[in-house]
């Protein structure tokens, strides 16, 4: 990371004293299912872009000349299949398990014509209270995605909702992972009084954001009993021509294994 922008965002952050009442955060800790079903209720399939570029950054998702539904993966965090269709058209070998905190967003993963249970199963999962191996056979997947969903999670449910993953991996199975860094141009944007604790944000429709460094990243896993394979941030400088702005994009993508 450029160390003058690292400079500039701490400068930035440090000016954030103010944090969300502890009653809010109960609050908002009690609603988060609610908060993002009436995400999807609003937005329905319109938000997110299909993910097609996920292929590019995780070679374990291109095809390698197996059986059809020979490799299992579990997405997390599916929303309403941006990640999961394109990569069913993409790659034969796969079967896709995927699972969201909101009901309303698997429900339009199942309503989807794309959708077909003998290449894949949505299911809804609270990751950091529901165990994964009610729906996927313990030890049997091969990839898991945690594609922008972790960081929705509160800091001190990261742990569980990591040793969930890991009880649904094969032995060496790894975690493909991208979400977002800290000093990314989100969380600088945030105004005071959404930040909950350290790095740990409420946007305004009650959702949460939290922002990785490659170093916590890299001690959640391991302390969970993965090694790293990967671990860097990835930094994109994006122009928004209308309102002339230049935004610094931070973002943390990684591979871990399960040991």
Known sequence: MDPQIEEQAKAILDKDTKVVPDFTRSKLLHETARNWDLFYK?????????????????EELRPAGGEPC????????????NFVFPLLELNPELFIYACDFSKRAVDFVQADPRYTECRSKAFVCDLTKDPLTENVPPESLDLISAIFMLSAVPPSKMPHAIQNMR???????????RDY????AAQLRFKP???????????QDGTFAYYF??????QL????????LDNEYVCKEVV?????????????QARFRKV
């Open 42 to 58: 609003r937005n329905t399939t319109h938000f997110f872009k299909d993910r097609h570029w996920t292929d590019r950054e995780f």
């Open 70 to 81: 020979s490799k299992k993966l579990l997405e997390i965090g599916c929303g309403v299949g």
């Open 167 to 177: 009880s649904a991996l094969k032995p060496g199975g790894v975690v493909l992972f």
């Open 181 to 184: 860094g800290l000093y990314d």
């Open 193 to 203: 009084g959404a930040k909950i604790e350290d790095q740990f944000y409420v946007r």
């Open 213 to 218: 460094s490659t170093e916590q990243l890299a």
């Open 221 to 228: 896993f391991t302390d969970a009993g993965f090694e790293v």
């Open 240 to 252: 928004n021509r209308k309102r002339e702005l230049n935004m610094q994009r931070i973002f943390v």
